[in-house]
């Protein structure tokens, strides 16, 4: 009943999840992928021709958690929105178009992380080696790609035993006052709408997200809904409330909805400043500034 790990290696205190218990919930969760595995080997056998065909699931049933309690535009962000069908007289849920960046590990599409979507603001020296210290010298200079001084300590002490299979980081931007002013430009990835107000931001974006590092922190330390100064789209201190029921880390909410204002307006891509440092779009693409 111990945890498979070596002698001396982080992860075996006592409210770490066993070994024997990591195979059996290994074994449940095996149990209904097989399930499925089986069900989709004979639809192929059965329809050869048509199961290719199949559209992609748009429509759901209706969530059968608890909502939390959250403004109209983040709900409709963690769990869709409902729809009404005629036809059957029942309503169906549809899940909304979203568009993420982040740079926790293990991140696949190295396009979308969150260098990819800085225009300046950023020091450039924090892109090396991860596993390195930050010198306060370096947050003077700009924002900085980093770890917690905790989440560094326990990857260098995984990887003396063999890494034991954690291949996640934590890896986000930091900044103190004196690391300036973070620009940040979202770009317009959802269907081309035809619209009379080219400009207005909110008839593209309807919410915005931001989350902080899932990590232990005092009381003192920064929160996104009281200590950052935001501008979205050229309009200053947009209201920001948290958002319940996602994004919780030891009891504290960690991601905050920050307000798409009426008057905010949108960015094009070519109208960015020459010395930006957005490498991945591709052609003239309507965005969204962020400043923080």
Request: hydrophobic share 35%; aromatic share 6%.
């Amino acid at each position: 009943n111990e945890f498979g790990a070596p002698r001396g290696c982080p992860g075996k205190s006592s409210w770490h999840p066993k070994q024997q218990e990591h195979t059996l919930l290994g074994y449940i969760l095996a149990k209904h992928f097989v399930k499925v595995i089986k069900r989709a080997i004979e639809l192929m056998k059965e329809e050869k021709d048509s199961f290719y065909l199949m559209p992609k699931l748009k429509h759901l049933p209706p969530p059968q958690s608890i909502l939390a309690e959250n403004p109209r535009e983040v709900s409709q962000l963690l769990y869709g929105h409902e729809i009404e069908d005629v036809s059957s007289n029942s309503s169906e849920w549809e899940l909304n178009d979203l568009s993420c960046r982040t740079s926790f590990l293990p991140a696949q599409d190295h396009e979308k992380v969150l260098p990819s979507i800085i225009v300046n603001g950023l020091n450039a020296k924090s892109s090396n080696n991860i596993m390195q210290d930050r010198p306060d010298s370096m947050y003077a200079e700009g924002w900085v790609l980093d770890v917690s001084k905790i989440e560094r300590d326990t990857k260098k002490k995984v990887e003396r035993c063999g890494g034991l299979g954690y291949i996640d980081m934590k890896i986000a931007l930091y900044g103190i006052p004196q690391s300036g002013k973070l620009t940040l430009w979202l770009p317009y990835e959802g269907p081309s709408p035809s619209l009379e107000d080219e400009e207005n931001a909110s008839n593209r974006f309807h919410s915005l997200i931001l989350c902080e590092a899932n990590e232990k922190r005092d009381d003192k330390a920064c929160r996104l809904y009281r200590d950052l100064l935001l501008s979205v789209g050229g309009v200053k201190n947009p209201p920001v409330t948290l958002v319940n029921g996602a994004g919780v880390y030891l009891n504290r909410p960690t991601c905050v909805s920050v307000e798409i204002p009426p008057t905010a307006i949108v960015t094009s891509f070519s109208s960015l400043p020459l010395n930006h440092g957005i490498k991945t779009v591709k052609g003239d693409t309507i965005g969204l500034l962020v400043e923080i």
